[in-house]
Nanobody, 121 residues
């Protein structure tokens, strides 16, 4: 019964900032990679950024220098700090994580329900 819950989305003007949070809860033994994806209307879902359990990060070229992903392992939480937002950043943002619920289980691929980010003047 692992679940991911996102928060922090909303409407913001171009050049503004938002901070997304995603908390994993339930039966959790360990969490591997956590990441953020987004999907704009009429487009495929794309990877925005990811962070490993050790803190190494990668981000899509379209957001490098503007978005920062981070995690707090003690809180089972991943964040996405979004600065200098552009209209093309408008999308539903989804949290994703690889999670084990017990020592002997396989890793499961879990998704949050998504949070809407709209960048408009």
């Amino acid at each position: 019964q692992v679940q991911l819950v996102e928060s922090g989305g909303g409407l913001v003007q171009p050049g503004g900032s938002l901070r997304l949070s995603c908390v994993a809860s339930g039966s959790i033994f360990s969490i591997n990679v956590m990441g953020w994806y987004r999907q704009a209307p009429g487009k495929q879902r794309e990877l925005v950024a990811l962070v490993t359990s050790g803190g190494s990060t990668n981000a899509a070229d379209s957001v490098k220098g503007r978005f920062t992903i981070s995690r707090d392992n003690a809180k089972n939480t991943v964040y996405l700090q979004m600065n200098s937002l552009k209209p093309e950043d408008t999308a539903v943002y989804y949290c994703n994580a690889l999670i084990k619920y017990s020592r002997d289980s396989f890793y499961g691929n879990y998704w949050g329900q998504g949070t809407q980010v709209t960048v408009s003047s």
